[in-house]
């Protein structure tokens, strides 16, 4: 049976990741695991939906849901088939916690993500026709790769520390096994595996 938490993990997250992260695996590893999942895959799937410019040919409300049905099935293949593969490449690197304290480590990476998803939804509120059209102009354009630039690096930086408490790694083991880990996801989507794309 789960215990209950002494303070906050979501909050906690932001200010003491390591304590936090400590926290979750202490009392519930599989704690918002899926809902955060689910959330940054949708982030990532109206990323790619401008990228792609969707809004050209379909309505903002139809990518919206095709990004929320996505989203299910993006992070179920992320926390269960790619969280498999870190969590054996971890243990090349002496790692020895269960599954469920990767899975926790991958999910709990992706919250800085949130902080973009809520500028996405800023966007639809005020030029919802524009949201998925990728943009052209230079300064537009720029902005755009800003506000998902910093969520990416926060949740790269999370990844290491989480991995490292989830795993007891130390913290060359743990940038090596993700450095690992990023290399086969990026072989597997230059062989067209789990490569995202509408078109």
């Known amino acids: 049976m789960a215990e209950p938490f002494s303070e906050t993990p979501f909050l906690l997250i932001w200010k003491n990741p390591r304590k936090a992260m400590q926290l979750i695996l202490a009392s519930n590893p599989r704690y918002l695991n899926f809902s955060l999942a689910f959330v940054t895959s949708i982030d990532r799937l109206l990323f790619q939906a401008n990228q792609e410019s969707l809004g050209i040919h379909h309505d903002y409300i139809q990518i919206l849901g095709l990004c929320v049905l996505g989203g299910l099935v993006y992070a179920f293949f992320w926390l269960y088939a790619f969280g498999a593969i870190l969590h054996c490449m971890s243990k090349l690197f002496g790692g020895k916690a269960p599954f469920s304290h990767t899975r926790a480590a991958l999910a709990w990476a992706g919250a800085p993500e949130l902080l973009s998803l809520c500028v996405w939804f800023a966007l639809l509120l005020f030029s919802p026709e524009d949201t998925f059209i990728k943009m052209t102009d230079g300064t537009s354009l720029l ?13 790269l930086g999370l990844s290491i520390i989480n991995l490292q408490e989830a795993q007891h790694l130390s913290l060359g083991k743990a940038i090596a096994n ?4 990023w290399a086969c996801f990026l072989g597997l989507q230059q062989l067209g595996i789990f490569e995202v794309r509408f078109y």
């Open 143 to 155: 902005f755009l790769y800003l506000i998902m630039f910093i969520p990416t690096v926060w949740s």
């Open 178 to 181: 993700w450095l690992l880990f």
